[in-house]
């Protein structure tokens, strides 16, 4: 349990943090190299990828809820 790391845990924070902070840079370094050189175009990719790595982050808090719950309810 390093840093906050638990992989028994239902939502790992830390992976979803670094997913958060290197995927929009990754999507930044493969525009740039197809020659995307508009700012606010690869300002508009990094974003998109970036609420993308958040929704897939609520969805996972989301359904550990759900699976806890369903979990209580059969008990």
Known sequence: RIFGFDPTAKVEYTRWLEY?????????????????????TMTALAGAQLGLVLLGALIEYFN????????????
Do not use: C, H, N, Y
């Open 20 to 40: 958060a902070l290197t995927s929009p840079l990754q999507i930044w370094i493969v525009a740039s190299l197809f020659f995307v050189g508009d700012i606010m």
């Open 64 to 75: 550990g809820r759900a699976r806890k719950k369903e979990k209580s309810d059969l008990s």
